[in-house]
Antibody, heavy 117, light 111 residues
Framework: QVQLVESGGGVVQPGRSLRLSCAAS????????MHWVRQAPGKGLEWVAV????????NYADSVKGRFTISRDNSKNTLFLQMNSLRREDTAVYYC??????????WGQGTLVTVSS | QSVLTQPPSVSGAPGQRVTISCTGS?????????VHWYQQLPGTAPKLLIYSNINRPSGVPDRFSGSKSGTSASLAITGLQAEDEADYYC???????????FGTGTKVTVV
């Protein structure tokens, strides 16, 4: 079955960096675009970024553009999110999700990122 | 600030029918982009409930149905059950933002 397992979350000071990973299994990773979606405590879902199946196309929400970078290693079935210049408002659970046809058909369990001094 | 607007909450008695609206604009739903719905049970990750406006993934009960018209979409739950208590989100694509958008979310309560 499809599994998406996020890791790399934790507590980080404002202005610092953090790198999230998402290990994928149970499907042909190289065939699918992948997303990052976040959810601040007690708030709704916010789309963060998407990367094409081959990594050549990337798109970001305005709130993270220029600070976050999405990437993937298809040889290792792993998705990444490099988060730089973190702000308190980036505090959230970060989910990775598999794209099908603009819908997000599978989700990981999420990893919590807390930006605090 | 989301570009897709949902009512904050809806409630119903067991067995009743409830509907959740998702109102967008000419750059997302009205532009013809598909609407998808997700269910998020307390403390868990979201789960795809309806895709491409009207389709149910395998395993989703037929009590859940979706529709789309103009710049809006709706999710209906018939025969409401206690296990349906959750947050529900619509999602689409927005050409003005060149990105994906979620609705504001709706909490369903079974009273």
């Amino acid at each position: 079955q499809v599994q998406l397992v996020e890791s790399g979350g934790g507590v980080v000071q404002p202005g610092r960096s953090l790198r999230l990973s998402c290990a994928a299994s149970g499907f042909t990773f190289t065939n699918y675009a992948m997303h990052w979606v976040r959810q601040a405590p007690g708030k709704g879902l916010e789309w963060v970024a998407v990367i094409s199946y081959d990594g050549n196309e990337k798109n970001y929400a305005d709130s993270v553009k220029g600070r976050f970078t999405i990437s993937r290693d298809n040889s290792k079935n792993t998705l990444f999110l490099q988060m730089n210049s973190l702000r308190r408002e980036d505090t959230a659970v970060y989910y990775c999700a598999r794209d099908r046809d603009t819908d997000m058909v599978n989700w990981g369990q999420g990893t919590l990122v807390t930006v605090s001094s | 600030q989301s570009v897709l607007t949902q009512p904050p909450s809806v409630s119903g008695a067991p067995g009743q029918r409830v509907t959740i609206s998702c109102t967008g604009s000419s750059s997302n739903i009205g532009a013809g982009y598909d609407v998808h719905w997700y269910q998020q049970l307390p403390g868990t990750a979201p789960k795809l409930l309806i895709y491409s406006n009207i389709n149910r993934p395998s395993g989703v009960p037929d009590r859940f149905s979706g529709s789309k018209s103009g710049t809006s979409a709706s999710l209906a739950i018939t025969g409401l059950q206690a296990e349906d208590e959750a947050d529900y989100y619509c999602q689409s694509y927005d050409s003005s933002l060149s990105g994906y958008v979620f609705g504001t979310g709706t909490k369903v309560t079974v009273v």
